[in-house]
């Protein structure tokens, strides 16, 4: 008991010095930030007042550019210490959350290593109060127990021996908790950290960060990281603070936030995972989703079905039939066939529809179309199609162009000749020059201008070139059926989902892309729910970035998914050097929610679940729908009171969701909290009660899930299976299951 009381006393004393040094400094800093405000609005002032403010004025050219050198340094100085005491304001309350004394081999001195969020470094004795939990000599708090131990340093690997591990719980500036631990993270603290309410967005798991998950993060040797992780395993925390990681240790190989791009499943998803990374000290990275890339991309002439409306679409039918052939036709159109098929057809384009013809100018030859052919087919020009054709148009313009000059120059010394027919020989040239260049453009334009859409909807208006493209390719059975459903489809400009990445396909392959040039990284996440051919285009958009690839085949929806998925991606995106990993530990829910939701899967699939207990499902019978609105909303008022702040009421369409909705609120006299609808393009997660299709809500966690009828006629088929199985998995304490008439066979 006294040797615990004498490092309690060590303890308080070093929390005591590191709040005075960090208060100083937060002091010094705001009292430096209104100087520099001062001297930053100043500059700009006398920017203003005393330099050119046209263009025309060369001599002041030199005063201008040092006055906006001086704003740029004072607004450096400005945003720079206006950075450091967010950062200071942030840790305030706790500082750190780890330490490990280290004796490095050789040395007899003993360091005492403090983890937080952010460096703490006294300037003036060149002390480092905390490291910051990228350092590399904070990797070995993660990844070693007591014992042998070493890291990465810029010039060499450090070697030593961990003496000593410590967790501790600060709160308010206050030393709650701490105790020793041997192995890298004690279940203690995830105890605590999991058992409170979840939040509107994502937190940062710094305090928590296991040993698998820290090599992720850490990881800069592969261009290709690919994590399948089962649900709850924090797949995208992890990425959110590798990206972190990258924009730390990148600074030096000028990696910046704009260079970063995350393309998530919903907008809903964007917004929840918003806060992480300025919580960590970065700016937010570009977000999007492939719907928006589409649209992005794609021509406004187009009706574009979302990925929503495909969903929509494929659970609300009730054509047994109409939905097998739907999701035949997407697998098969996103397949590693259906890209041989627009490769082919692209080639197709090239060597056969192409027919260049002589051209001529003034009766003279200028390219023969065997020249031109020659020049698109076997000339040196490594570009796109299109931009080949636009070189070849400039070429043909060139050589005709002192032709054109020539022969005007002949009209004008008439016109210099015909005093009297001067203004009529003028007006006539002047008109027969402009349609001259009309036809010209018009005749080189047939062989010069390509139309993505209209080279796909060749496919399909020419069966027999569709089938002659796909000779010795195995196609699918209503094959015939697509073709001319697709035909149909794309002469309305209603463009398919299962379409929308064949199309952009075709016009990256014939356009190229300059858009996301500067990307260097890119994170996929929710990978499962990607084919091959969408894979195809992130490789187009993003040809010189590295990746992260995020992933739970369990939580395919409409497709049958596997581990062999990976295999696809990674020889698509056919990176030097890549790794594949798993992540099998499920830290979300419960054993007794987890030990259910396996059981949905109907699985062997290699599953640990985190040692925390808590209530059992509960699977919950009423008469008819009313009564389980009814059943809902005295859960949702029994949850609340038990202090639970973020509760989920689960269906599977959007449709069925509005339905609900209006249900709850009628019936919800006592209105304790606020019950909404959450769309897949909400941009913000209401604290309280929502109500979400099972696809939105993938991603996402509640405190408590309740699952809207779950019987036999509602949830029967494979589809359905795993629309459940996402829905189960989103519980982190409480999950309920209601039913009316038979209950399904999936639980």
């Avoid at 005492?112 to 490291?131: M, V």
Wanted: proline fraction near 2%; hydrophobic fraction near 35%.
């Amino acid at each position: 008991m006294s040797n615990y009381k004498l490092i309690n006393n060590e303890e308080t004393q070093y929390l005591n010095d590191t709040l005075n040094f960090l208060k100083k400094e937060l002091t010094k800093d705001e009292y430096a930030i209104n100087f520099r405000k001062r001297d930053l609005i100043t500059s700009r002032r006398d920017m203003w007042q005393e330099s050119a403010h046209s263009s025309n004025d060369f001599d002041k050219i030199p005063e201008m550019l040092q006055h906006l050198s001086e704003v740029d340094s004072q607004n450096y100085s400005y945003e720079k210490t206006l950075k450091r005491i967010k950062k200071y304001t942030q840790i305030l309350n706790s500082p750190y959350f780890g330490r490990f004394d280290f004796k490095e081999d050789g040395y007899n001195d003993t360091d005492k290593i403090y983890i937080g969020l952010y460096n703490l470094i006294d300037k003036d004795t060149s002390s480092i109060l905390i490291y910051d939990w990228r350092s590399p000599i904070s990797s070995m708090f993660y990844q070693y127990e007591i014992g042998k131990g070493s890291y990465n340093a810029p010039f060499s690997i450090i070697s030593g021996d961990i003496l000593m591990k410590r967790q501790y719980k600060l709160k308010d500036s206050k030393l709650q908790y701490f105790f020793d631990s041997s192995v890298t993270i004690n279940d203690e603290i995830l105890q605590e950290v999991l058992s409170h309410n979840s939040s509107s967005t994502m937190k940062n798991i710094v305090e928590t960060i296991q040993k698998q998950q820290d090599i992720i993060i850490r990881d800069t040797e592969n261009e290709l990281l690919i994590v399948q992780g089962v649900a709850g395993s924090g797949k995208t925390s992890i990425a959110l603070h590798r990206i972190a990681y990258l924009l730390y240790v990148g600074i030096a190989s000028n990696l910046h936030s704009n260079n970063i791009i995350i393309i998530s499943p919903s907008s809903v998803f964007s917004k929840y995972i918003s806060g992480v990374l300025p919580e960590l000290g970065e700016d937010n990275v570009e977000e999007t989703t492939f719907d928006n890339i589409i649209v992005d991309f794609l021509d406004n002439r187009f009706i574009f079905e979302s990925r929503k409306e495909q969903l929509e679409s494929l659970i609300l039918n009730n054509n047994h039939q109409y939905i097998n052939i739907k999701m035949e036709n997407t697998k098969f159109k996103g397949s590693k066939t259906f890209v041989i098929i627009l490769d082919r057809l692209i080639y197709y384009y090239e060597h056969k529809l192409t027919n260049f013809e002589d051209l001529y100018y003034d009766g003279k030859i200028i390219e023969t179309k065997q020249q031109l052919n020659n020049l698109f087919l076997n000339g040196k020009m490594n570009m796109p199609i299109s931009k080949k054709l636009k070189r070849i148009e400039s070429i043909m313009l060139n050589k005709i162009h002192p032709l054109r000059k020539a022969r005007l120059q002949k009209i004008q010394k008439i016109v210099l000749n015909d005093a009297n027919h001067q203004l009529e020989i003028k007006s006539f040239s002047r008109l027969m020059a402009i349609k001259e260049a009309k036809i010209l453009m018009k005749h080189i334009h047939k062989y010069t201008q390509i139309d993505y859409s209209n080279l796909y909807k060749l496919l399909f208006n020419k069966p027999g070139l569709f089938f002659k493209l796909s000779k010795g390719l195995e196609l699918p059975r209503d094959i015939k059926q697509m073709i001319l459903k697709t035909a149909k489809s794309l002469h309305k400009g209603s463009i398919n989902y299962e379409d929308c990445a064949p199309l952009l396909y075709i016009k990256l392959k014939l356009n190229g892309n300059r858009k996301f040039s500067d990307i260097q990284q890119v994170v996929i996440d929710e990978a499962q729910d990607y084919y091959p051919l969408q894979y195809e285009v992130f490789n187009l958009l993003f040809s010189k970035a590295k990746f992260t690839i995020l992933g739970d085949f369990n939580q395919t929806l409409e497709k049958h998914g596997n581990k062999f998925i990976y295999d696809d991606i990674e020889n698509i995106l056919h990176k030097k050097k890549s790794l594949k990993l798993s992540m099998n530990k499920s830290f979300r829910s419960s054993i007794e929610i987890n030990t259910f939701t396996q059981k949905i899967l109907n699985s062997k699939e290699e599953f640990v679940s985190f040692d925390r207990h808590e209530e059992e499902p509960r699977i919950v019978f009423k008469d008819n729908e009313k009564s389980i609105y009814e059943a809902i909303i005295l859960d949702i008022h029994k949850y609340e009171s038990l202090g639970y702040e973020s509760i989920a009421v689960i269906c599977k369409t959007q449709q069925q969701a509005l339905i609900i909705e209006k249900e709850l609120i009628n019936l919800d006299t006592i209105k304790l909290d606020t019950i909404k609808l959450l769309n897949i393009d909400d941009t913000e997660i209401i604290k309280g009660t929502v109500v979400i299709p099972s696809y939105i809500s993938k991603g996402l966690e509640f405190d408590v899930v309740l699952v809207f009828n779950v019987s036999k006629n509602n949830y029967n088929s494979e589809f359905d299976r795993n629309l459940l199985y996402v829905a189960c998995t989103r519980a982190l304490h409480q999950l309920v299951i209601y039913y009316t008439g038979e209950k399904s066979e999936f639980f």
